[in-house]
């Protein structure tokens, strides 16, 4: 960090879905029950998981060929996330190395929080159900704020209530997105390449300051910081 007053990093915020918790099953699981409601076969995985960085509107998208203005496009869309509310922990938990490193920054007196463009009803209730939500500093959702991201508003409201500066934070996502919102909030940034990124897309072209192919390798980047 480079502010030559204070130079420590003192804040670490992720993206929920791809980067901190692994939660593709239960939304691929939720948008084949509602294709099954419909009368349509369910999807390959495999093609689902790509998209579920993207959010709802995505998997509008790819399950039904409806997108923003369509007018199918608001009921199906809030029919989706009522039948994703049903399940949403089911099978989530937060990618592997996850929980060490939150124990890591914890332990290290470093704050950390959640900025993601998922509704708060369903941010909430993913992160009480994996007992998240008393140790995150700062939570912020896609409903937080009238911005959202690639913004840097959710982001700097995520710094107000947590009380750290920017420039004092990194912020890990694994979407354009969130590295876009991250630059602009001035942060420095981490790719989560283990996360839900398309194979057509170039993460390079991101420009993030660094990416890491797994949680675990996260901390060592956040120790060359320090």
């Not at 140790?135 to 750290?164: F, N, Y």
Request: glycine share 8%; with cysteine; hydrophobic share 45%.
């Amino acid at each position: 960090m480079t502010d030559p007053s204070n130079p420590t990093l003192r804040g670490v915020f992720f993206d929920l879905d791809g980067t901190l918790v692994d939660t593709a099953v239960d939304m691929g699981a939720a948008l084949n029950l509602q294709r099954q409601a419909h009368g349509l076969e369910e999807l390959d995985f495999a093609l689902i998981r790509p998209q579920v960085s993207h959010g709802a509107p995505a998997l509008m998208k790819l399950g039904f060929g409806l997108s923003h203005g369509d007018t199918d496009f608001d009921p199906m869309r809030r029919q989706f996330l009522e039948t994703y509310a049903r399940i949403v922990a089911q099978s989530s938990r937060p990618f592997s190395g996850i929980d060490e490193l939150l124990t890591r920054l914890e332990n290290a007196g470093i704050l950390w929080g959640v900025v993601t463009n998922k509704p708060a009803f369903l941010t909430d209730a993913l992160l009480s159900a994996l007992a998240m939500t008393h140790r995150a500093a700062a939570v912020i959702s896609g409903d937080t704020l009238a911005l959202r991201k690639p913004h840097p508003a959710p982001l700097l409201e995520a710094c107000r209530r947590a009380g750290v500066a920017p420039w004092q934070c990194v912020y890990v996502g694994d979407a354009r997105r969130d590295i876009e919102a991250g630059h602009n909030a001035g942060m420095k940034t981490i790719t989560a390449a283990y996360g839900y990124i398309d194979e057509a897309e170039n993460t390079e072209t991101w420009a993030a300051d660094a990416t890491v192919m797994d949680a675990a390798g996260i901390w060592p980047l956040l120790e060359s910081w320090r």
